[in-house]
């Protein structure tokens, strides 16, 4: 069965640690993404990427890092430069060629993620 | 920028119809929408491209009219099973991305 799994599903996190939110996906798409939503918010982009070893900061990058050295795989560090990261965080993927924005997103069932 | 739905929240009897919209300030080529249950991950419903088109599947479709840039969702003869947070993304010619609006929600009562 094709994909997205994100692990783990909760993650309590102390303040000052980093912590990263793992998102594989076998749909063999090129691009993915990782989204924050809060309670009550839309989503909101932090990081896609097209293509292996290559990335872009979304609207929210701040506090956050990335890396894409698979194709199926696109995990998710947050830091602790990070000053709110309680939020629940989805991964996605599309495929079809570029424009992405032209291709429908697959989204994993997310990471909702606690500071203590 | 993100674009703005509307209204923010809707609740409705089974059976009623209802339209949600969605308006940019930028020119739009797609739009997607989505619609997501508490707590999961948000389901595709369509994509429509430049070109005015209207999409459906069983009674649920969506208009993109690009000069007002704005898209908008119909729900027609709504089942419990609509339930759920509705957003659609939008994306600007040759864009990589999309970006959200702040959702619609929609509750549907026996």
């Known amino acids: 069965d094709g994909g997205i799994t994100q692990s783990p599903k909760y993650l309590f996190r102390k303040e000052g640690q980093n912590v990263t939110l793992s998102c594989e996906q076998n749909?063999?798409?090129?691009?993915m993404y990782w989204y924050r939503q809060d309670p009550g918010q839309g989503l909101r982009l932090i990081y896609y990427?097209?293509?292996?070893?290559?990335?872009q900061k979304g609207d929210i990058a701040e506090g956050y890092s990335v890396s894409r050295e698979k194709k199926e795989s696109f995990p998710l560090t947050v830091t602790s430069a990070q000053k709110n990261p309680t939020a629940f965080y989805l991964c996605?993927?599309?495929?079809?060629?570029?424009?992405?924005?032209?291709?429908?997103?697959?989204f994993g069932p997310g990471t909702r993620l606690t500071v203590l | 920028q993100q674009p703005v739905q509307s209204p923010q929240a809707v609740i409705l009897r089974e059976g009623e119809d209802a339209v949600i919209n969605c308006s940019s300030s930028?020119?739009?080529?797609?739009v997607h929408w989505y619609r997501q249950k508490h707590g999961e991950a948000p389901v595709f419903l369509m994509i429509?491209?430049?070109?005015?088109e209207q999409k459906g599947h069983e009674k649920i479709s969506a208009s993109f009219n690009e000069k007002k840039q704005q898209s908008s969702l119909y729900l027609t003869a709504s089942q419990l099973s609509y339930s759920g947070t509705y957003f659609c993304?939008?994306?600007?010619?040759?864009?990589?991305?999309?970006?959200f609006g702040q959702g619609t929600r929609l509750t549907i009562n026996p």
């Open positions: 996605a993927s599309s495929g079809g060629g570029l424009p992405s924005s032209y291709n429908e997103q697959f």
């Open positions: 993304g939008t994306g600007i010619q040759g864009a990589q991305k999309l970006v």
């Open positions: 429509l491209l430049k070109g005015g």
């Open positions: 990427s097209q293509i292996v070893n290559d990335f």
């Open positions: 749909l063999n798409h090129d691009a």
């Open positions: 930028k020119a739009l080529y797609s």
